[in-house]
């Protein structure tokens, strides 16, 4: 296993930093536990095995599975950053992935564009917890951030988004998302989110309503192929929705952070056991 810091960390003349980790776990070699097989930090991007730290979903304070935490060594991404990350999660074993703190997303000098790419892939028999936590869209920052998820067909997630556009009191910067799944080659979900000030109708109430907060937690599960969870609005601003195979997408918009996390929290335990918290 490799844990020290990347050395291909590129610095440019403008500041724009560049940045490259690689997270990746697989079964012993006894069969019997997950281990981190690589944990390559780099720059801003700061990998650690962790122990449990809070309620998980599907394994809550399992041993015999792999953890490892994000943390940020820098401020930002800022304008013109470039950061990715990559994660594998191999055949049979189970990582769980959590940060450390939210993540705030800040304009640069010269007001270019910083991104955030992730790719994630989980092969057969597997499954991936990533607990994030928010991403902060301050103001006048101006930010994509993209993931994109293969999943095995017997592959098992369960992943956290959360959005906070603007810091308290603040008028947020232009923040885009995009996340894709597919599972066994074929699209599972794709969805796409754009705020702030080159965003039309973003704050309007076909989409935030005035609120300030939106997240979701997509959930798949093979054994719901057959008896896949029904469609739920459980709250005004909340509800679970079935997607098209054995998954589920939670969504929820908020006044704030807290709010948030009560609503996908609520959301998510609707499913009830392995998944509740």
Not at 92 to 97: A, K, P, W
Not at 246 to 255: E, K, L, Q, T
């Amino acid at each position: 296993m490799s844990g020290s810091l990347h050395p291909d960390t590129a610095v440019k003349s403008t500041g724009a930093m560049f940045a490259h980790a690689v997270l990746a776990c697989a079964l012993s070699h006894d069969g019997r536990k997950s281990v981190v097989s690589t944990l390559r930090s780099d720059g801003p991007l700061v990998l650690r095995q962790c122990n449990p730290k809070g309620p998980e979903p599907l394994i809550h304070k399992r041993r015999d599975i792999a953890r490892a935490s994000l943390a940020a060594g820098t401020a930002g991404p800022i304008g013109g950053d470039r950061y990715a990350l990559d994660v594998h999660v191999g055949a049979g074993s189970t990582l769980v992935l959590n940060e450390v703190s939210a993540m705030l997303v800040l304009p640069g000098v010269g007001g270019g564009q910083s991104r955030m790419s992730i790719t994630i892939t989980v092969e057969a028999g597997a499954t991936f917890v990533w607990w994030a936590e928010p991403i902060i869209a301050a103001h006048r920052c101006n930010h994509r951030h993209d993931v994109r998820i293969a999943l095995a067909d017997d592959a098992r997630l369960v992943l956290r988004e959360e959005m906070l556009l603007g810091r308290h009191g603040e008028t947020p910067g232009d923040f885009t998302s995009r996340l894709r799944i597919t599972r066994g080659g074929s699209a599972l979900y794709d969805q796409q989110l754009g705020f702030g000030p080159s965003a039309a109708g973003w704050n309007s109430a076909a989409v935030l309503g005035g609120r300030r907060a939106v997240g979701s937690i997509i959930a798949v599960e093979p054994d719901w192929v057959q008896t896949p969870p029904a469609a739920l609005p459980y709250d005004t601003h909340a509800a679970l929705t079935p997607l098209a195979g054995p998954g589920v997408a939670i969504g929820a918009v908020a006044r704030d952070s807290l709010d948030l996390r009560r609503l996908l929290t609520q959301g998510l335990n609707t499913l009830g056991p392995p998944w509740a918290i």
